[in-house]
T-cell receptor
Framework: RKEVEQDPGPFNVPEGATVAFNCTYS??????FFWYRQDCRKEPKLLMS???SGNEDGRFTAQLNRASQYISLLIRDSKLSDSATYLC??????????FGTGTRLKVLA | NAGVTQTPKFQVLKTGQSMTLQCAQD?????MSWYRQDPGMGLRLIHY???????DQGEVPNGYNVSRSTTEDFPLRLLSAAPSQTSVYFC??????????FGSGTQLSVL
């Protein structure tokens, strides 16, 4: 089993839709979590860190559920420019950032 | 502020050749790491370092060497390139546990 797992998608949604991605992690010692966005195999860019209490940044909301060991990303009012691959990342206590394989999102006009 | 500088952007090697991918950061980050990305596999950790003189293996270290003589630099060496090492390589740095900053990547082809 992969240490960080994501549904690869693709998720095809119309503009304006709300879409949610989940990511599960197996290492209960994981300390920090992040969502990154990657376009066409360019370098990943930080979308948002994920805090225990949940956090929001504009149209994006991230949640962490330590009991069930998953994190989620909610995108509201999807834009064409949101089309990308979204990478879930967990930082373990052994100084490793482990990436999920990514979830592809395509927002359709 | 340059951030993470990774060179070269593209490289073609013949099987058996050696080369070094360069990575430098100017943010005084303790943590530096190398990833490779293959279709359907996501980013896989090759090697990482938590400070000058300290390196450790990630998920896929075979065929790669690293060293960390300074805080700023973390080169990745391919000793004898193989076609299986054809991939996109990313260097990244951070304070441990905080957000990673990435270089722009190196597309490597081994023929």
């Amino acid at each position: 089993r992969k240490e960080v797992e994501q549904d690869p998608g693709p998720f095809n949604v119309p503009e304006g839709a709300t879409v949610a991605f989940n990511c599960t992690y197996s290492n209960s010692a994981s300390q920090s979590f992040f969502w990154y966005r990657q376009d066409c195999r360019k370098e990943p860019k930080l979308l948002m860190s994920v805090y225990s209490s949940g956090n929001e940044d504009g149209r994006f909301t991230a949640q962490l559920n330590r009991a069930s060991q998953y994190i989620s990303l909610l995108i509201r009012d999807s834009k064409l420019s949101d089309s990308a691959t979204y990478l879930c990342v967990a930082f373990s206590g052994t100084y490793k950032y482990i990436f999920g394989t990514g979830t592809r999102l395509k927002v359709l006009a | 502020n340059a951030g993470v500088t990774q060179t070269p952007k593209f490289q073609v090697l013949k099987t058996g050749q050696s080369m070094t991918l360069q990575c430098a950061q100017d943010m005084n980050h303790e943590y530096m790491s190398w990833y490779r990305q293959d279709p359907g596999m996501g980013l896989r950790l090759i090697h990482y370092s938590v400070g000058a003189g300290i390196t450790d293996q990630g998920e896929v270290p075979n065929g790669y060497n690293v060293s960390r003589s300074t805080t700023e630099d973390f080169p990745l060496r391919l000793l004898s390139a193989a076609p299986s090492q054809t991939s996109v390589y990313f260097c990244a740095s951070s304070y441990p546990g905080e957000k990673l900053f990435f270089g722009s990547g190196t597309q490597l082809s081994v023929l």
